[in-house]
C-alpha cells in the first residue's frame, strides 16, 4: 500500500489465557485486599504487565482493549434498569483504563499510561501507539492488551475469549516492522489476534495481520520482511 513500515524491538513479554492448570493470573505482587476486586480482565493485564516489565521502571503503558471492562460495566447497567444504585467500587473499577491505573498504584509507577480502544484495529493501534511512545520516551514503552469473555447478556453480539498480552518494546533496534496493508477477511476476534502476535513474537511465524476484512497492519519479523 506504499506505506512505510516502523521498526521496533522487543525486550520481553508475557501471555496469558486462561487454561486447566490455572485458572486465574499470578497477581500475588497486587495486595490482597485489591486482589479480590479485580476483574479477570485486569488481572490476567496486570499478570502480563508485571511480568514484561520485571525490573524495569517508570516506563510509559499503552492498554488496549477493545470493549474493556465489559463484564463489569453490564452489572452496573443491569443494576440502574433494576433501579438499583451501583457500588462506587464497582463503577471506579469499569472505567477503560482500570488496569493502566491500578498497575501504576501497585508497582508505584509514575510514567504517564494511554488508554485504546479501536474496534476490530485495538491491537494494531495499541502496538502502533506503543511504537510512538517509545519513539519519544527514553526509547521503551509498554504494550498491554487485554480482552476477557463476554457476560450472558452480550454472549449474542460479542464474540471474544478472555486473553492479555503484554510487550516491553523498544525502538533503539528492529526485530520487528508494521505497516498498514490490505485487509484480508479475518482475524476480527481480539483472542485469535493476540494468539498470533504471540507466535510471532515467539518466532513461530514470521508475519501476522492485525485487523478485519477492510483495514489491516502487518506485523513482520526483520528477516522474513520485504
Known amino acids: 500500500m506504499g506505506t512505510k513500515a516502523l521498526g521496533f524491538g522487543v525486550i520481553s ?8 492448570k490455572q485458572s486465574r493470573p499470578d497477581i500475588s505482587f497486587v495486595p490482597s485486599l485489591l486482589r479480590r476486586r479485580l476483574s479477570i480482565l485486569s488481572a490476567g493485564a496486570m499478570h502480563v ?52 491505573g491500578l498497575l501504576s498504584i501497585v508497582r508505584n509507577e509514575r510514567a504517564p499510561a494511554t488508554a485504546v480502544a479501536a474496534g476490530p484495529l485495538t491491537l494494531a493501534m495499541g502496538l502502533l501507539e506503543t511504537v510512538s511512545v517509545a519513539a519519544s520516551a527514553r526509547g521503551k514503552a509498554l504494550l498491554v492488551f487485554a480482552e476477557e469473555a463476554p457476560p450472558p447478556t452480550y454472549a ?44 510471532l513474537l515467539n518466532a513461530e511465524a514470521g508475519d501476522v495481520r492485525l485487523g478485519d476484512a477492510h483495514r489491516a497492519w502487518q506485523v513482520q519479523a526483520c528477516a522474513a520482511a520485504h
Not at 498498514?180 to 485469535?192: F, L, R, S, T, V
Open 13 to 20: 513479554w508475557a501471555f496469558w489465557a486462561p487454561g486447566k
Open 49 to 100: 504487565a508485571n511480568t514484561a516489565l520485571q525490573d524495569e521502571r517508570d516506563i510509559p503503558v499503552v492498554f488496549a482493549s477493545r470493549h474493556g471492562e465489559l463484564g463489569r460495566t453490564a452489572a452496573i447497567l443491569e443494576a440502574l434498569a433494576a433501579c438499583e444504585a451501583p457500588s462506587p467500587t464497582a463503577f471506579s473499577l469499569s472505567v477503560h483504563n482500570t488496569a493502566a
Open 156 to 199: 449474542d453480539v460479542v464474540h471474544q475469549d478472555t486473553v492479555a498480552l503484554a510487550a516491553l518494546v523498544d525502538v533503539s533496534h528492529d526485530r520487528f516492522r508494521i505497516k498498514a496493508c490490505a485487509g484480508d477477511g479475518g482475524g476480527d476476534k481480539p483472542a485469535e489476534q493476540a494468539y498470533a502476535l504471540a507466535a
